[in-house]
C-alpha cells in the first residue's frame, strides 16, 4: 500500500522546521527530504528548484500566514483595539512560534547574508506587513502615525529577541514573559 500523501501545509512546516533550526545554508536536501518523509527524488519532483525553491516555499507561507493572522485581525476596526492585541499574541505565541519552541523562519533565512539577494524581498515583505499591521494598531490606541510605527518596530524587536534569548537560555520563559508584556504595551 503506497503511503498517504502529505498535504501542502503540513509539507511546508516540516520543511521549515529544518530550516528554522540548520538556517539555509546549514540544512541539507537529505535533512529536508527526512523531514517532509520523502525521498530526495520525490522532493525534487515537488521541488524543483531545489533547496531554494523550498525556502521560497517557507517564506511565501510565512507571508500568507503573517497576512491571514496578524495583519486581518489587526485592521479590523470593529474589534476593540486591545481585544485585537491580546488575540493576535495569543497566536503569535501559541501558533506561530509555539511559545518558544520555533525559532523564526525570517531570522533563519536572513542569517546567511550570502543569500540576501535570494530571500531579502521576501523577508522584508513580511516584516513590513507586520510591522503595518501593528501600526494600524497603535493609531487605533490614539498614537500618532510615527509613534505607532516605532512601536510596531519595536513588538517586532521584542519577539524576536524573546525567542533569540529563550533559545540561548533554553527556556521558554524569556518568550513567554515578552508576549505578556507587549499585552500592556499600549
Not at 40 to 57: N, V
Not at 68 to 85: C, F, M, T
Not at 104 to 129: P, V, W, Y
Not at 150 to 162: C, P, S
Amino acid at each position: 500500500m503506497r503511503p498517504k500523501k502529505m498535504e501542502d501545509k503540513e509539507l511546508i512546516i516540516n520543511l521549515m522546521s529544518v530550516l528554522r533550526k540548520k538556517g539555509y545554508e546549514g540544512s541539507s536536501l537529505n535533512q529536508l527530504a527526512d523531514a517532509a518523509q520523502l525521498n530526495k527524488a520525490s522532493l525534487y519532483h515537488r521541488f524543483p528548484g531545489g533547496k531554494k525553491e523550498i525556502a521560497d516555499a517557507a517564506l511565501e507561507f510565512t507571508y500568507d500566514w503573517v497576512k491571514d493572522h496578524v495583519y486581518k485581525l489587526l485592521i479590523q476596526r470593529s474589534i476593540a483595539p486591545k481585544e485585537r492585541l491580546n488575540s493576535v499574541l495569543k497566536t503569535i505565541g501559541e501558533d506561530l512560534y509555539k511559545n518558544g519552541r520555533d525559532m523564526c523562519i525570517l531570522r533563519a533565512l536572513s542569517m546567511d547574508n550570502s543569500h540576501e539577494g535570494l530571500f531579502g524581498n521576501k523577508i522584508k515583505s513580511s516584516m513590513s506587513t507586520w510591522i503595518d499591521a501593528f501600526t494600524v494598531l497603535g493609531m487605533d490606541f490614539g498614537l500618532s502615525e510615527k509613534e505607532a510605527t516605532e512601536k510596531a518596530v519595536q513588538v517586532l524587536v521584542q519577539i524576536q529577541g524573546g525567542l533569540v534569548v529563550s533559545e540561548g537560555l533554553g527556556s521558554l520563559e524569556p518568550f513567554e514573559n515578552v508576549i505578556q508584556s507587549l499585552k500592556n504595551m499600549y
